[in-house]
């Protein structure tokens, strides 16, 4: 990463290519990598994800693979010879996770554990029948990406410096990333940038407080400005 930019992921939350491209247009040299989620993947989002990286953009698909492992990995290859930067994969297992290593090969995408969703609190893993803090669930499960061969893992602000702590060596990409003062939406466990990569946060995901601000740029450059601020001297 050589550059406080290179650290932020813009999601494109979007419902359609023409609505991000418009947005890719505004935020411009701003961004240091786009986020191509769920809804935009199934309305022609990954032919998008493609030509960004054509073009030289770093391009994170955020699939959260999660399916039998002949799945996993094919899917796994298909991404990778995209061209993409980064790969999302629920880390709920490790037949998951060494489909998902099989499927990179040796391309340069780096895969992503996903370990808990910032949107889910302590009463929310109860209905999954996990009777642990949120903090015991990210640990266990970034340990068992890290130990099957992924680059890093998704974690929120509040568990990154724990998880610095413990792995060193190992991304931590978070989301959940709301300047202060912003509303938190659907989310129930947010930070700052600036308090996220003092925690140990190496990439922020951004999305709504950027893609949906009267001056997306401006947005970003501000929180890039914040980041910037924040690292190491």
């Keep these: 990463m050589s550059a406080p930019r290179d650290r932020l992921i813009v999601a494109l939350d979007v419902p359609n290519v023409d609505e991000a491209k418009a947005l890719i247009d505004r935020l411009g040299d701003s961004v240091g990598v786009y986020k191509i989620g769920l809804e935009l993947l199934f309305s022609g989002g990954f032919a998008l994800a493609q030509d960004l990286a054509r073009q030289g953009h770093s391009v994170f698909v955020d699939a959260k693979l ?46 992503l554990g996903v ?14 029948g996990i009777d642990e803090a949120p903090l015991a669930v990210v ?7 890290r130990d099957g061969g992924f680059d890093g893992v998704i974690a929120s602000g509040q568990e990154a410096r724990a998880l610095r702590e413990r792995l060193r060596q190992i991304l931590i990409v978070t989301p959940g990333i709301r300047p202060a003062g912003a ?9 700052t940038p600036s308090a996220a990569i003092k925690a140990g946060a190496d990439y922020l995901v951004v999305g709504r407080p950027i893609t949906r601000a009267a001056d997306p740029r401006a947005a970003a450059e501000a929180i890039v400005a914040e980041i910037a601020a924040s690292l190491p001297k």
């Design 115 to 128: 370990t808990v969703l910032t949107n889910l609190s302590r009463a929310d893993l109860a209905e999954h």
């Design 66 to 111: 999660l399916d039998i492992e002949a799945t996993v990995e094919r899917a796994t290859a298909v991404i990778a010879a995209s061209g993409a930067a980064f790969l999302t994969v629920h880390a709920l297992d490790r037949k998951t996770i060494a489909a998902a290593v099989r499927g990179r090969g040796d391309s340069r995408l780096k895969l």
């Design 183 to 191: 509303d938190t939406q659907d989310q129930a466990r947010v930070m």
């Design 139 to 145: 640990q266990r499960r970034a340990m068992m990406a």
